[in-house]
């Protein structure tokens, strides 16, 4: 199985499935494809047609789309263990995924994913709302879960690792959070697999112009 991925730096997509595949053990060979860079297209069109990352390659299967990835892992590899057994728990879970998936443009605009900056931005009314928003998800589902585990929802799931970068995220640009969004990305950032993802984008050389928002913060 093979997992084509962009810079950990900055590929928000591709951290998800990674996270999933990381944190189950499950064996896979990752092919990382600088972003923006010469040649990169060409490089990618030889994977995947969508001209996206992430992508995996399970033998003659190809999937593309982090929520898709992980839903075909959960189901192929976990015996559906990358979302809750509860049946609630696990329409909640997709439920925020799918937010997730589908929102949050503001951030995705003034925020970008980058592992290894430390930023000061200006907060629009517009971007309050947003982070208000992932805020009040994470509060509902860890007031409700939080004596099954750390996680969004007690235990691990597609859920935790499609907000990942978000607390990546958070982690940048420091907004004014509450105590249970602090707690929940000390939890995340403290995961062995998400800790050697940003050493690993640390190392990188590449530097996406475009994602380097804001004024740095010693």
Same mark, same amino acid.
């Given at each position: 199985?093979?997992?084509?991925? %962009? ?6 997509? *591709? #951290? ?9 053990? $499950? ?39 982090? #929520?898709? $990835? ?13 979302? =809750? *057994?509860?049946?609630?728990?696990? &329409? ?8 997730? !998936?589908? *929102? ?23 971007? !309050? ?19 099954? %585990? =750390?996680?969004? #929802? %007690? ?9 990942? =970068? ?5 982690? *940048? ?14 939890? $995340?950032?403290? !995961? =062995? ?8 984008? &640390? ?16």
């Amino acid at each position: 199985m093979k997992l084509i991925i %962009g810079n950990k730096n900055y590929s928000s997509w *591709s #951290l998800r499935p990674w996270l999933l595949l990381r944190h189950f053990e $499950i064996e896979f060979e990752e092919i990382r494809i600088p972003l923006f860079t010469e040649g990169f297209e060409a490089t990618l069109a030889r994977f995947t047609d969508a001209n996206k990352v992430p992508v995996l390659h399970d033998g003659d299967i190809n999937i593309w789309d982090s #929520l898709a $990835i992980c839903e075909y892992i959960s189901e192929q590899y976990l015996d559906g263990k990358g979302w =809750p *057994s509860d049946s609630t728990a696990r &329409a909640m879970a997709r439920s925020a995924s799918a937010e997730m !998936h589908s *929102s949050f443009f503001e951030i995705r605009e003034h925020m970008p994913m980058n592992c290894r900056a430390k930023r000061r931005i200006d907060f629009t009314p517009e971007l !309050h709302a947003e982070i208000n928003r992932v805020q009040q998800l994470w509060m509902q589902l860890r007031t409700r879960y939080a004596d099954q %585990g =750390p996680w969004l #929802l %007690g235990d691990f799931s597609i859920a935790d690792c499609i907000y990942a =970068p978000m607390a990546l995220r958070f982690n *940048s640009y420091q907004p004014e959070l509450n105590s249970t969004s602090r707690e929940y990305i000390a939890t $995340i950032l403290s !995961h =062995p697999a998400m800790k050697l993802w940003i050493q690993q984008a &640390a190392d990188e050389k590449e530097i996406i112009e475009f994602a380097e928002v804001g004024e740095m913060v010693d």
